[in-house]
């Protein structure tokens, strides 16, 4: 079954994480030297993007691998595919950052050259700090899930026992958020995201079409609802419960597309194959041509929505070139090798 719509949200999702960094940050600060605070406020709402992503990353491995649960022979399948999906494509990326940041040690993050900040941002080892590469902390929760992930499989009643406790502590966490870490990291609220795709994996096979449109149209208003009324202050929601609030808004939405009531166009299904590339990529993309941009005098030129596009349309062709060149060749290469020899019996 070709879930071509949910690319698409993988797109959109992608893409609002781009206007977030290009509006937040790298238009306002990087181009304009802080004289202006942004573009449009509404796209301040663009980091929710990361929560659809959790949101979809727990209804695409509930859908995928449910019969993998309580079957411990195929962990060792999806521990590898997972590993081959997640870090090729951020080695290469963050390796050239980082090799950037050694050859201009006045660039990057100040952690960049600390040893052990490297070791734990090359294998997603959760600290306390940042990342170096700033985006990769939504990375160590996939990780972190995929872990759990494991457990279902391996210890089939145990396995879901243990999961169901880990879900049960981060609903805790968010409303008596864990203050210290690696606690706050383990039962975060954001955990939660992951089990509600899996609500919307176990829903979406019984919704009728109309049922679909319904909980499409209600999860994409009350997801643009909660974060316009946050970036506009209508609402002053606490960190935790805009979270849950984005999440179960975005299940909605997951829930209806996975239904296939929308037939998108073949150019978003494609960006959405590109998503994880220009998740990556973006932010290095967009602080490149910011000083192309400052250097072409384009600022003095072009209206600041103009300047604001440009950049954008550069975090995500960015994505799209590394790719198409990248990630689609080392992807096809390791899967390739990671699939059994034709006289091995197959998991």
């Known amino acids: ?85 997640i870090y090729p494509i951020y080695w290469i990326i963050l390796g050239g950052l980082v090799c950037m940041y050694f050859a201009f040690p006045g660039r990057g993050p100040e952690n960049a050259r600390d040893p052990l900040a490297l070791v734990t941002s090359f294998l997603l080892i959760p600290t306390a700090g940042d990342p170096i590469m700033r985006v990769a902390w939504t990375l160590e929760y996939e990780m972190f899930f995929y872990l759990m992930f494991t457990l279902m499989i391996l210890g089939g009643r145990l396995g879901l026992a243990v999961f169901a406790i880990w879900m049960t502590l981060s609903a805790i966490g968010t409303v008596w958020p864990f203050e ?27 919704l009728t079409p109309q049922q679909a449109w319904a909980a499409l149209a209600v999860g994409v208003a009350g997801f643009l609802l909660v974060g316009l009324t946050d970036v506009y202050r209508v609402v002053g929601w606490a960190h935790s419960w805009r979270t849950v609030a984005f999440g179960l808004f975005a299940a909605l939405a997951v ?27 973006h932010l290095p993309a967009m602080g490149f041509a910011a000083l192309a941009i400052r250097k072409a005098g384009l600022p003095g030129l072009l209206p600041v929505p103009a300047v604001f596009l440009v950049t954008v349309c550069c975090g995500v062709l960015a994505g799209v070139i590394i790719h198409l060149l990248i990630e689609k060749p080392v992807l096809r290469l390791l899967s390739q090798r990671a699939r059994p020899h034709p006289h091995v019996t197959a998991e």
């Open 180 to 206: 210290t870490h690696p606690l706050s990291f383990v039962f975060s609220y954001y955990n939660l995201l992951f089990l509600f795709g899996i609500g919307a994996a176990a829903l979406f096979p019984r």
């Open 1 to 85: 079954m070709k879930l071509d719509a949910l690319q698409t949200g993988r797109a959109v999702a992608a893409i609002m994480v781009v206007l977030f960094h290009a509006h937040v940050f790298t238009v306002p600060d990087s181009i304009y030297r802080g004289t202006i605070d942004g573009v449009w406020r509404g796209f301040g709402m663009g980091f929710a993007g990361v929560e659809f992503f959790f949101v979809l990353s727990g209804f695409i491995m509930f859908f995928v691998h449910r019969g993998d649960i309580g079957v411990p022979v195929r962990a060792g399948r999806f521990i590898r595919k997972r590993l081959i999906r």
């Open 255 to 281: 829930a209806g597309l996975a239904a296939g009531v929308l037939r998108p166009w073949r150019w978003t299904v494609f960006l959405g194959d590109a998503s994880y590339s220009i998740y990556l990529a």
